[in-house]
């Protein structure tokens, strides 16, 4: 076969065919790019109207692909974001904590504010961990799920349902919380799962802004680090 018919035709691409082509991802190109190892020029894009379109030279890249393709496969926006994502996950687990009552495994949920307050360092482990475990005694073990519907239906202005929903919560809470202290006297597995968490909680090597913060906002539930170790 003879290249030399045409031999301008292959010797720029665009960039999507070039990834495609040599197996390299966008971060790759980019740094070679960035770093002048291969020509670019911008041309209008043929698919949209008012975009630009990128051609690379292959020769270029055919030169120097050994280099390239031992480029980092994801920008450095990538690689932190995995990275946070990877740490959420780490931080759920961390939380995670069983129910000494039903021995149910208890979770943040995805849209748990008291896990966003971990997670920026405003509240320690063992405080986000019994707050998590309260709210699912309350929710589980209580009467606070019927009081909830209850109040919904009731033809009262939102601004007073707001409040007596505020006050149900308080309420149930310190029921939670009672049950809880029984559960952890009646079992001994309770106890020693009591001591694992601690355990995990001096273990963490998270970093705290604020260790002591008033949890006065979540709901009216008081807690002490310090004096949780001492009880248990
Ligand atoms: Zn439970």
């Not at 698919?47 to 055919?62: C, M, P, Q, S, T």
């Not at 909680?201 to 009216?220: A, D, W």
């Amino acid at each position: 076969m003879s290249s030399s018919a045409k031999p301008e035709k292959r010797t720029w691409s665009y960039k999507t065919t070039i990834m495609r082509e040599f197996g390299l991802t966008r971060a790759q190109i980019e740094k070679a790019i960035d770093e002048g190892l291969v020509r670019v020029q911008e041309v209008p894009n043929p698919h949209r109207k008012y975009g630009i379109a990128f051609l690379i030279n292959r020769e270029d890249v055919e030169k120097h692909l050994e280099e390239i393709k031992a480029f980092p496969k994801l920008t450095e926006e990538e690689r932190e974001l995995r990275k946070i994502y990877a740490e959420r996950k780490r931080l759920r687990d961390k939380l995670e904590t069983t129910c000494p009552i039903c021995g149910q495994r208890v979770r943040a949920l995805r849209d748990s504010e008291i896990f966003e307050e971990a997670f920026m360092g405003n509240v320690d482990l063992e405080a986000a961990r019994r707050i998590l475990l309260i709210a699912h005694v309350r929710h589980a073990h209580t009467g606070y799920e019927r009081q909830i519907r209850r109040i919904r239906r009731l033809n009262v202005p939102y601004n007073v349902k707001l409040m007596m929903y505020e006050k149900a919560k308080r309420k149930f809470n310190r029921k939670a919380i009672k049950l809880l202290k029984k559960a952890k006297t009646d079992s001994p597995t309770a106890q020693v799962q009591g001591m694992k968490a601690l355990e995990v909680h001096r273990l963490s090597n998270i970093k705290f802004k604020e260790k002591n913060i008033s949890l006065k906002r979540f709901n009216g539930i008081s807690v002490s680090g310090s004096k949780e170790k001492k009880m248990s």
